[in-house]
């Protein structure tokens, strides 16, 4: 077995520095496939903790006037959209919704700020823009990946002791050690994949050609941009690969130590929550601070003096110089397609957002798509020695829940957007009644 690996290392936006984890760092409890390879790899795990949990958050939206309306409206949507994802499963016709997602925000939400950030809250789940994608495809995204308020919880919370964290370091020290006979080939990228009956021939970066009976690709979906196909991928596949979605967006996570934890000392948590762009910031250690920012491709080199920036006039000057500062940028992964779980001939798609089912676009969706993989493998080469265990194991384990009933899905679409522009109407309506209708007088 070969793996060509574009990097100079394995892990993708898994990386260990000795300031800690750049990149992915958490998964919650329900992340069955993470959590069950790392316990079987004995990797330990621990609940992420702080020093000062009780003390406030810093957001930019806490700085505007009406704040409690802009968080209130915030998590009426949030709720709105969490009780709906069940109903997009994919594959089905679902809701028949094909407008764009921008346009139902607008509809439910009546503070720029709140619209603001749940584009942004659309851009980092589904990597496109919300003017680029229908209110219908971004809920099978949030169905494929756990729901909206899971991925909320990850990627913008990140709770003490609802998070786990554990070293990827050991992780993949472990990995290696099980790979032993593996050929690794660094800082490959592949541009061209040929397909044969009996083989599949693939051309690296390097002008180098390696022949294989299977290639497993694990990769972002849009970066199959990048790759030369013989024969042609199927139309299926290469029209959302067509589809204009925008900008394209990187995120770049950071780590930063300090002296102190200075926003301690300001009286806050160590959260906090950027809106524009979008920022989001964690206490990683006790002196080391964590977080990651959303820019347009190209701005990323910008990044320190922005975060920087914006911590300063949170939590004081103080936060102007760390003692280091680390940080790695990720293209943003396109997820505006159906996961590629079915194999194309003699090439298998994995990578948590091109072919995850379960908690996809996070760590267990990697785990899962690379265990349907390898079975896929298996199933072309050796198929005798896939069992009903192999099958089970790619499976999604589903947490049971409640069947929201009609009631309380109404009530969740009542927002101050639609009360108030009800309420005007009404308002209006009985006005205009009022001061032009003449009731007829009386004839005595």
């Not at 490959?188 to 497993?216: G, K, L, M, P």
Request: hydrophobic share 40%; aromatic share 12%; glycine share 6%.
């Amino acid at each position: 077995m070969r793996v060509l690996e574009a990097l100079n290392f394995i892990g993708g936006q898994v990386t260990t520095t000795h300031l800690g984890e750049v990149g992915a760092k958490w998964f919650t409890p329900d992340q069955k496939h993470m959590f069950e390879l790392l316990r079987n790899l004995n990797i330990p795990m621990t609940r992420r903790v702080t020093m000062a949990a009780e003390l406030e958050t810093c957001s930019e939206i806490d700085e505007k006037r009406l704040s409690s309306l802009i968080h209130f409206e915030l998590n009426r949507y949030i709720t709105e959209l969490d009780l709906r994802w069940q109903f997009f499963k994919p594959g089905n016709k679902g809701d028949r919704k094909s407008g764009p997602m921008s346009a139902y925000i607008n509809h439910r939400l009546f503070f720029n700020d709140s619209r603001l950030f749940m584009r942004n809250l659309v851009l980092i789940i589904s990597g496109v823009d919300a003017e680029h994608i229908s209110y219908a495809d971004f809920m099978r995204i949030c169905y494929t990946a756990g729901g909206i308020k899971t991925l909320y919880k990850i990627f913008i919370e990140a709770p003490p002791g609802d998070v786990i964290e554990f070293s990827s370091n050991e992780l993949f020290k472990r990995l290696l050690q099980m790979l032993d006979k593996t050929q690794f080939v660094y800082g490959r990228d592949v541009v061209e994949i040929h397909q044969y009956r009996s083989h599949v021939e693939v051309r690296d970066i390097a002008n180098e050609s390696h022949t294989a009976d299977v290639v497993i690709l694990a990769i972002p979906f849009n970066n199959l941009k990048r790759i030369y196909f013989w024969p042609r991928l199927p139309r299926e596949m290469e029209k959302p690969l067509k589809k204009h979605n925008g900008f394209q967006y990187v995120a770049t996570s950071f780590l930063a130590s300090y002296t102190d934890g200075h926003w301690r000392r300001k009286g806050f948590n160590g959260d906090y929550i950027g809106i524009n762009p979008l920022m989001i910031c964690h206490e990683y250690r006790p002196k080391t601070y964590c977080g990651y920012v959303v820019l347009e491709q190209g701005l990323e080199t910008l990044t320190r003096t922005l975060v920087l920036q914006k911590l300063a006039e949170c939590y004081g000057n103080e936060m102007l110089s760390p003692l280091e500062f680390q940080q790695r940028s990720y293209d943003v992964s396109n997820k505006d397609h159906l996961p590629l779980t079915t194999p194309w001939s003699r090439v298998i798609w994995a990578s948590s957002a091109a072919a995850g089912t379960c908690f996809r676009g996070c760590l267990s969706g990697a785990v899962q798509s690379g265990l349907r993989a390898a079975m896929n493998a298996l199933l072309l080469l050796r198929p005798q020695l896939v069992t009903w265990k192999d099958i089970a194991d790619v499976q999604c384990r589903d947490v049971p829940r409640e069947q929201a009933s009609v009631l309380t899905l109404w009530l969740s679409t009542l927002n101050l957007y639609n009360v108030t522009t009800y309420t005007a109407f009404i308002a209006g309506l009985i006005f205009v009644l009022n001061r032009f209708y003449k009731r007829p007088s009386s004839v005595t």
